[in-house]
């Protein structure tokens, strides 16, 4: 703490100066949900417009009543089949693929350190700062004579690796809250390392994988670079549905709003349900 | 216990830049049935004398450091709304929030139609008592209209960031502050700022990580341009692979791409290395 000059204690505020911090407070609550709003209100348009009938959607004046209709949502359920299919298969496959490695390798960064530990824990995160549209074409090259072109599988191994070091991060700074007590007790009932891992440390450190799996999530659903440049038909997301729901020609704001709100959804509800770890997990464990 | 994740990361993050290398002293178009040869520097030669790719690093840096800015002086002014006690808080911040959560493509289509479209969009409406009539942003503001997006969906993870900081700030400090008599404003500059050091570092430090790859809300709003106004590195090495087929020109442009990351992450891991010492102090 800084020291502050100390002066004489002030009496009691007098009345009116009472009243008007009241009325001050309240002025400012009100102008944060005027600003909170105004700041939600592309999300707002977007629901809108997705109830909106097409004929409705593209007017001026833009229209605020309407009779509302969920034909455009049914459209979409119609056709996103593949594109669900492949985005759940890669955002669930990479989650799984980056615990399973992540776990390992943040408990080898953290309750029992390797040898330069530091530096490991630097290289994972310098491959974050690497942009990987840089080697795009070669990725292209590479998937292309593995025959991984257009499949689910490539995109499963680069979300992984996209997400990987986030986790590792993320999951050492919750092994390193695990009591030092609860780990010497275990050593001396004498647990093995796995042991360790499994009957100690992952029971405690559960409700922080589940947040890391969380951001994890979002990254691999949100993902459009790397789906778009590698992938096709085959193995097309969520990000590409939107993209497809933009016809050539004719009227499709409607159409479009309710494709880009059954996208964005999930990632929404479960940012919404899971604040506290976002924070966490968005500054990598560095915010409890 | 390291090993699997270690040799994971390598192969796939490393092993693609080895080959970006490679391919880069080669001359390699998908579209010409010849096998790739070896051309020397004359990729590089080229990607050094193109105007095309020099504007588009330019423009990368520009975005990402407008966006970066603007949207880290929003989140700190948020968050010090937010800091407030007022009715219905966590709802206020739970829309400030979501902006973050929508998805980037689909943040981008809605911006780029029903929000910003010339003829029915939203924001022509609201601005029309101002005297805007009609405008098609994404013709006249491209750059403008892409770097409000990102600012829009990168703001509310400065807010939170900046949130927390002040949340950790110890109340005895700032009652004591009050106690002595000093201003609100005297209070945020001297004692807020400094402690929130931190907290700012790591948020434009990670925010431009994330922000330098912009690819979703350039591909969709604006597609380049027009001419190559709105063209980021990301934009132009996908063109590059998917338009011109020039693996050996995209390869040579992706080196010196990375090189130059290089040279800033180093600067970034130190202050990284720094920030993160926070961490173990036990904030």
Redesign the interface.
């Known amino acids: 703490m800084t020291a502050v000059p100390t002066r004489l204690v002030r009496d009691r505020e007098p009345r009116p100066q009472r009243f008007r911090e009241l009325t001050g407070q309240i002025g400012w609550g009100i102008f944060t949900w005027v600003v909170g709003i105004a700041f939600f209100l592309p999300v707002l348009w977007m629901l809108i417009t997705a109830f909106k009938p097409e004929s409705a959607a593209e007017t001026w004046p833009p229209r605020f009543t309407f009779s509302p209709t969920l034909a455009e949502f049914r459209l979409v359920f119609s056709g996103w089949g593949p594109y669900v299919t492949h985005s759940l298969i890669a955002t669930i496959g990479s989650t799984v693929l980056v615990l399973v490695l992540g776990v390992p390798a943040a408990y080898a960064l953290s309750v029992h350190p390797v040898k330069h530990w530091r530096d490991g824990l630097f290289f994972f995160i310098s491959t974050k700062m690497l942009p990987i549209v840089a080697a795009i074409g070669p990725l292209y090259v590479i998937a292309l004579k593995l025959h991984l072109l257009d499949s689910i599988w490539l995109l499963i191994i680069l979300y992984t690796a996209m997400n990987l070091p986030l986790a590792i991060w993320m999951i050492r700074s919750f092994m390193l809250e695990v009591p030092k007590e609860l780990l010497e007790a275990a050593r001396l009932d004498g647990a093995g390392r796995i042991r360790e891992i499994t009957g100690v440390i992952l029971p405690v450190v559960s409700p922080g994988l589940v947040s890391t799996a969380l951001i994890c999530v979002i990254f691999a659903w949100n993902e459009l670079f790397l789906a778009l440049n590698l992938t096709t038909v085959n193995a097309a997301t969520m990000p590409m549905y939107l993209i497809s729901s933009v016809p050539q020609e004719g009227l499709y704001i409607a159409h479009l709003s309710a494709a880009a709100t059954v996208a964005s959804v999930p990632v929404i509800a479960v940012g919404w349900i899971a604040q506290r770890s976002l924070v966490r997990g968005l500054s990598m464990g560095a915010i409890k | 216990?390291?090993l699997?994740?270690?040799i994971?990361?390598v192969i796939?993050?490393?092993?693609?830049?080895v080959?970006?290398l490679?391919?880069s002293f080669q001359n390699?178009f998908f579209d010409v049935p010849a096998p790739a040869h070896f051309t020397g520097f004359s990729n590089y030669t080229q990607a050094f004398t193109n105007a095309a790719f020099r504007g588009s690093l330019l423009r990368s840096v520009e975005m990402t450091v407008i966006a970066v800015i603007v949207s880290m002086l929003l989140g700190v002014a948020?968050a010090v709304?937010?800091d407030?006690?007022?009715?219905?808080?966590s709802?206020?911040?739970?829309?400030?929030?979501?902006?973050?959560?929508?998805?980037?493509?689909?943040?981008a289509?809605?911006?780029a139609?029903?929000?910003l479209?010339p003829?029915?969009?939203?924001l022509n409406?609201l601005l029309e008592p101002f005297g805007v009539n009609h405008v098609a942003w994404l013709s006249t503001h491209a750059l403008g209209a892409v770097i409000v997006v990102m600012i829009?969906q990168w703001?509310p993870?400065m807010t939170?960031?900046v949130?927390?900081?002040l949340q950790?700030q110890?109340a005895d400090?700032l009652e004591?502050?009050k106690?002595?008599?000093?201003g609100a404003l005297a209070t945020f500059g001297?004692?807020t700022i400094?402690h929130l050091r931190p907290?700012i570092e790591?948020g434009i430090l990670?925010g431009s990580?994330y922000l330098?790859?912009v690819?979703?809300q350039v591909?969709?709003m604006t597609n380049g341009g027009p001419g190559t106004s709105t063209t980021n590195?990301?934009f132009y090495?996908?063109q590059?692979?998917?338009f011109a087929f020039?693996?050996g020109g995209?390869?040579a442009?992706?080196?010196i791409?990375?090189i130059l990351?290089?040279i800033?992450?180093t600067f970034?891991?130190r202050m990284?290395?720094r920030?993160?010492q926070?961490?173990e102090a036990g904030?």
């Open positions: 216990m390291l699997p994740a270690l994971y990361v796939v993050t490393q092993v693609p830049f080959v970006t490679w391919y390699y948020f709304l937010l407030r006690k007022f009715f219905g808080r709802i206020v911040r739970t829309l400030i929030i979501t902006p973050f959560l929508v998805m980037p493509a689909a943040a289509l809605v911006w139609g029903p929000m479209d003829n029915f969009g939203l409406w829009w703001t993870f939170l960031i949130l927390a900081g950790s110890p400090t004591a502050a106690v002595d008599g000093a001297e004692l400094p907290y790591l990670l990580i330098v790859n690819f979703d591909r969709l590195l990301p090495l996908y590059q692979v998917n020039d693996v995209a390869a442009a992706g080196v791409t990375a990351t290089i800033v992450a970034a891991l990284f290395a920030v993160f926070f961490e904030i």
